[in-house]
């Protein structure tokens, strides 16, 4: 078991390396691995580009103190907006900026595309089927 552990926190690390030099590459040194996966997730999954912290922060895999200081950092940058929500004055509604979009659209294909799937010694079905596998750790 520890080999899986290891493993997958190597992997995570690697990313995190390859995401950060492709970001430096873009001039974006300010910009961290967890700002693009709110970015990322707000532009191809919440409806209208628009959803609230809690969403966000379950999507993301971060807590609520994490999220509240990464959408604080990325509305310094004018990434996001953070508006409270009409129907629920406790909650925040999160939307993608145009200046957010924008981003995104310029950098995600070189960015997130960091491995070379074609270059990975395994199938596609392979690579499906793991996710599905990892997936399914997580769930238990």
């Known amino acids: 078991m ?3 552990f290891s493993a997958v926190l ?3 690390q690697d990313l995190r390396q390859r995401v950060q030099r492709k970001l ?3 001039g974006h040194k300010d910009i ?3 700002m693009t996966q709110v970015l990322y997730y707000l532009h191809f999954w919440a409806k209208d580009m628009k959803t609230n912290q809690q969403e966000l922060a379950d999507r993301t895999g971060k807590n609520k103190s994490s999220i509240t ?3 604080g950092n990325l509305t310094k940058r004018g990434l996001v907006e953070r508006v409270t929500d009409t129907h ?3 909650s925040n509604v999160v939307t993608l900026t145009r200046r957010g979009l924008k981003f995104v659209e310029k950098i995600y294909d070189d960015v997130y595309h960091t491995y070379d799937i074609s270059k990975v010694p395994v ?4 690579l499906k089927e793991l996710t599905k596998l990892l997936n399914s750790i997580m769930d238990s």
């Open 2 to 4: 520890h080999d899986y």
């Open 10 to 12: 190597r992997m995570r």
């Open 24 to 26: 430096m590459e873009h």
């Open 32 to 34: 961290t691995l967890e």
């Open 69 to 71: 200081s990464l959408l």
């Open 88 to 90: 629920d004055r406790r």
């Open 123 to 126: 199938s596609l079905p392979k």
